[in-house]
């Protein structure tokens, strides 16, 4: 028989105890030290987050960034750090690296203040890469500052770019049936094109968002709200890359009205039986090397 535990016990336990604490303390540490991408893209993963897993979206990996934005190369040229002539900039302005450098990542008080100076001035601009890079202009979440429904409906836009392959069905156009026109009548094509995939882009978005369990009439409000914060409601422009204001709110509404309720059923007909056992939970990683928030949904 096991004698009696001795006195010496008490002590031992409390040993242990301490131990164990201080274990769970050095833990908790590690991760409180953990490098962790921007507010910015932790707004944008938890709103992608909840579009990725209601949508039962399946894609190959997805990467979010900020950008410095649009303003950045005039502010990085009036700086000196940057000099185009006019003809440089017909052919390729070496200032514009400067838009898509990561803020973050400023190299001295100089390039900060031409991050400031971007990030105070700049536009809510994203714009969705074919290989699955989405690059967020920093000057968006001032212009929708803690506006999830704005920034969801941008995530479902830009998504839906990256899924149904708008940059790739381009590309197919351009070099195919359109290769053998002149470049007028080719861009002028390609203009055209780009419209309608701005058009359905937008249509996508409304869907995502409303599988997600949101409103979609958030994302028409987002559309008027962006063209007033910008100060720019502009008009139908047949070489331009995006509709008229006027034509992409009406055709945002009509879907609403319609079209959209029977897309939902369809989606609900054909998931009915909800997600399989082995759908996985998207997964997370922060690259602050190449200030990269990835998402694998596979």
Not at 28 to 55: D, G, T
Not at 175 to 201: H, I, K, T, V, Y
Request: with cysteine; charged share 20%.
């Amino acid at each position: 028989m096991p004698p009696f535990p001795s006195a010496a016990w008490p002590k031992r336990l409390a040993i242990l105890a301490a131990g164990l604490g201080l274990a769970g303390l050095g833990v908790a540490i590690v991760f409180a030290l953990r490098p962790r991408p921007p507010e910015e893209l932790q707004q944008v993963q938890l709103v992608s987050q909840e579009l990725l897993l209601r949508n039962q979206l399946h894609t190959s990996p997805l990467h979010f960034a900020l950008r410095a934005g649009s303003q950045a190369p005039y502010w990085a040229e009036k700086a000196g750090l940057c000099h185009s002539s006019q003809k440089e900039k017909q052919e390729g302005d070496p200032c514009e690296f400067w838009a898509e450098r990561a803020p973050g990542n400023a190299q001295g008080p100089l390039q900060q203040e031409v991050n400031r100076l971007a990030y105070l001035t700049g536009s809510a601009y994203a714009h969705t890469y074919s290989h699955g890079v989405v690059m967020f202009d920093r000057s968006f979440f001032l212009v929708h500052e803690r506006d999830p429904d704005a920034l969801r409906c941008v995530v479902a836009h830009e998504l839906s770019h990256f899924l149904r392959k708008h940059a790739y069905r381009s590309s197919l156009q351009a070099n195919g049936p359109l290769a053998d026109l002149s470049d007028d009548d080719r861009n002028l094509q390609l203009a055209a094109l780009s419209q309608q995939q701005e058009l359905e882009a937008d249509r996508e978005a409304m869907r995502l968002v409303a599988i997600a369990g949101h409103n979609p009439a958030a994302c028409v409000s987002w559309l008027q709200r962006s063209a007033e914060l910008d100060g720019d409601a502009p008009p139908e422009d047949p070489k331009g890359t995006h509709p008229g204001l006027k034509r992409r709110l009406a055709l945002a509404r009509a879907y609403l009205k319609g079209p959209l309720a029977k897309e939902l059923a369809a989606w609900k007909a054909q998931h009915r039986h909800g997600p399989s056992q082995s759908q996985r939970q998207p997964r997370w990683q922060w690259n602050p090397a190449d200030s990269l928030l990835t998402v694998y949904t596979r």
